[in-house]
């Protein structure tokens, strides 16, 4: 294949990938702009409770994220059975991990307390991880669901399904979080009830789909089956992705902490902020998804060429898309931080150079963001997982965190501070995994996978 012939294989697998998970996006997205026109404290309280919420159902995800790349290689192969297994065993150990992180969910308050947050936050926080907690038994299975689904190259109704999520979600964030339409107003409660209702929905449609357009994989079969082989490897696969996810996605949520001792202000405006980053990451998040779904694929018809070229085709794919939001940062950060802060809010004066500023910071770390998430997806592609999970621990903890302290604290930078430790963390990690990546060589991972 021709590098042009593997960009448009990327995009057409990429781009409903990139929808849904702008979608998915929207969703967290609705419930900070309605929190923020509701209050200053509740959207505060939803940043601090939404980062790490999200940190765990990432951390979590790591083992559907391993179900991608077996899955490829097997459905290359025409395994259905290694499918089948590999699918059920990322179902199970998403319901474990989901029951083993609940307690930390219901009993916020204290821990939010005790980590410096301020104890209205921290009220504010818990009444929406009491109740958001439930959802993420159906947002993990949902995640391993359209992971099987993108490894067998069926992504559109991923899009569209997670498109008419995104409009549910806003009607009941309008109605729950307000008390329209009859409903109670409930605030963040009314948020984290919305986003569980839809969880469930989606879990509902994905299972349905699965079983009605590839039936010969009988996902749901005596699912309750234990099967060892498979259940050990998706685990050895899927821990390291985990912890990377949790390096990573830690590190943004230590930043909210680092901001929540700044104050109530710089807090909101990190929140803002980051949901403008995180929607361009969306983007590079997608294409990773569709590179591990493409090396996953390489690797099982054992074509070394093919993944050397698709990866450098991806890595092309990402800058291009982090030149156009660096474009978009620099020429409107107020009307982006705008829009995430009611008129008539007798704080949106003090909110809005802080957060123009972190804008611009977003801006500065988007290069490294998406060079760093693409490199990820082609070493999971390839089921190389554990020398990534150290490096980004490096990365991210070793020095993204420290140089977020110093900066925004030893040295008085403030807000820019802690965003400039994120930009040395990403960047880090972005030339660590590309030298991983290209210094073993595609020829090296299919030989060695190819022997397992």
């Given at each position: 294949?021709?590098?042009?012939?593997?960009?448009?294989?990327?995009?057409?697998?990429?781009?409903?990938?990139?929808?849904?998970?702008?979608?998915?996006?929207?969703?967290?997205?609705?419930?900070?702009?309605?929190?923020?026109?509701?209050?200053?404290?509740?959207?505060?309280?939803?940043?601090?409770?939404?980062s790490?919420?999200?940190?765990?159902?990432?951390?979590?995800?790591?083992?559907?994220?391993?179900?991608?790349?077996?899955?490829?290689?097997?459905?290359?192969?025409?395994?259905?059975?290694?499918?089948?297994?590999?699918?059920?065993?990322?179902?199970?150990?998403?319901v474990?991990?989901?029951?083993?992180?609940?307690?930390?969910?219901?009993?916020?308050?204290?821990?939010?307390?005790?980590?410096?947050?301020?104890?209205?936050?921290?009220?504010?926080?818990?009444?929406?991880?009491?109740?958001?907690?439930?959802?993420?038994?159906?947002?993990?299975?949902?995640?391993?669901?359209?992971?099987?689904?993108?490894?067998?190259?069926?992504?559109?109704?991923?899009?569209?399904?997670?498109?008419?999520?995104?409009?549910?979600?806003?009607?009941?964030?309008?109605?729950?979080?307000?008390?329209?339409?009859g409903?109670?107003?409930?605030?963040?409660?009314?948020?984290?009830?919305?986003?569980?209702?839809?969880?469930?929905?989606?879990?509902?449609?994905?299972?349905?789909?699965?079983?009605?357009?590839?039936?010969?994989?009988?996902?749901?079969?005596?699912?309750?089956?234990?099967?060892?082989?498979?259940?050990?490897?998706?685990?050895?696969?899927?821990?390291?992705?985990?912890?990377?996810?949790?390096?990573?996605?830690?590190?943004?949520?230590?930043?909210?902490?680092l901001?929540?001792?700044?104050?109530?202000?710089?807090?909101?405006?990190?929140g803002?902020?980051?949901?403008?980053?995180?929607?361009?990451?969306?983007?590079?998040l997608?294409?990773?998804?569709?590179?591990?779904?493409?090396?996953?694929?390489?690797?099982?018809?054992?074509?070394?060429?093919?993944l050397?070229?698709?990866?450098?085709?991806?890595?092309?794919?990402?800058?291009?898309?982090?030149?156009?939001?660096?474009?978009?940062?620099?020429?409107?950060?107020?009307?982006?931080?705008?829009?995430f802060?009611?008129?008539?809010?007798?704080?949106?004066?003090?909110?809005?150079?802080?957060?123009?500023?972190?804008?611009?910071m977003?801006?500065?770390?988007?290069?490294?963001?998406?060079?760093?998430?693409?490199?990820?997806?082609?070493?999971?592609?390839?089921?190389?997982?554990?020398?990534?999970?150290?490096?980004?621990?490096?990365?991210?903890?070793?020095?993204?965190?420290?140089?977020?302290?110093?900066?925004?604290?030893?040295?008085?930078?403030?807000?820019?501070?802690?965003?400039?430790?994120?930009?040395?963390?990403?960047?880090?990690?972005?030339?660590?995994?590309?030298?991983?990546?290209?210094?073993?060589?595609?020829?090296?991972?299919?030989?060695?996978?190819?022997?397992?």
């Open positions: 294949m021709r590098a042009t012939d593997h960009f448009t294989a990327l995009l057409k697998l990429g781009l409903p990938l990139v929808g849904s998970l702008l979608a998915s996006f929207v969703l967290g997205l609705t419930d900070t702009i309605m929190l923020g026109w509701y209050s200053v404290e509740a959207l505060a309280g939803v940043t601090i409770a939404g790490f919420f999200m940190t765990l159902v990432i951390i979590g995800s790591g083992f559907s994220m391993a179900v991608t790349p077996v899955v490829a290689a097997a459905a290359e192969q025409g395994d259905d059975t290694q499918i089948r297994r590999t699918t059920r065993m990322g179902l199970w150990l998403s474990l991990f989901g029951a083993a992180i609940m307690g930390p969910l219901w009993w916020s308050e204290g821990w939010l307390i005790a980590i410096g947050q301020e104890p209205q936050v921290a009220a504010l926080a818990q009444d929406y991880l009491r109740i958001a907690g439930w959802g993420i038994f159906p947002a993990l299975l949902v995640r391993t669901l359209t992971a099987y689904l993108a490894a067998m190259e069926r992504t559109q109704p991923i899009l569209w399904a997670t498109l008419a999520a995104a409009v549910v979600n806003i009607g009941l964030n309008y109605a729950l979080i307000f008390g329209n339409f409903a109670p107003e409930m605030g963040v409660r009314g948020a984290a009830l919305a986003s569980g209702i839809i969880q469930f929905g989606l879990l509902v449609f994905f299972a349905w789909y699965a079983q009605k357009v590839m039936p010969e994989h009988a996902l749901f079969q005596n699912i309750w089956r234990r099967d060892t082989q498979a259940f050990a490897h998706i685990f050895q696969l899927g821990w390291p992705i985990a912890l990377t996810n949790l390096a990573e996605t830690g590190l943004f949520t230590a930043s909210a902490v901001m929540g001792w700044l104050g109530t202000l710089p807090l909101a405006a990190h803002i902020a980051l949901q403008v980053a995180t929607a361009t990451f969306m983007i590079h997608g294409l990773s998804q569709a590179t591990t779904v493409r090396a996953g694929r390489a690797l099982g018809r054992r074509d070394a060429d093919g050397a070229l698709g990866g450098k085709v991806a890595i092309g794919t990402s800058l291009g898309v982090s030149v156009m939001a660096v474009a978009v940062f620099i020429a409107v950060p107020g009307a982006l931080v705008g829009l802060l009611d008129p008539n809010d007798p704080m949106r004066d003090a909110i809005l150079p802080i957060g123009i500023t972190l804008i611009y977003a801006a500065l770390f988007q290069f490294a963001d998406g060079l760093q998430v693409i490199a990820l997806g082609l070493l999971r592609g390839v089921q190389d997982t554990r020398a990534p999970m150290w490096m980004a621990a490096v990365s991210y903890w070793g020095l993204g965190l420290p140089a977020s302290y110093l900066l925004a604290f030893t040295l008085g930078l403030g807000a820019v501070g802690v965003w400039l430790g994120l930009v040395v963390g990403l960047l880090a990690a972005a030339v660590l995994l590309l030298t991983r990546f290209w210094g073993r060589g595609a020829a090296r991972y299919v030989v060695q996978v190819a022997g397992t």
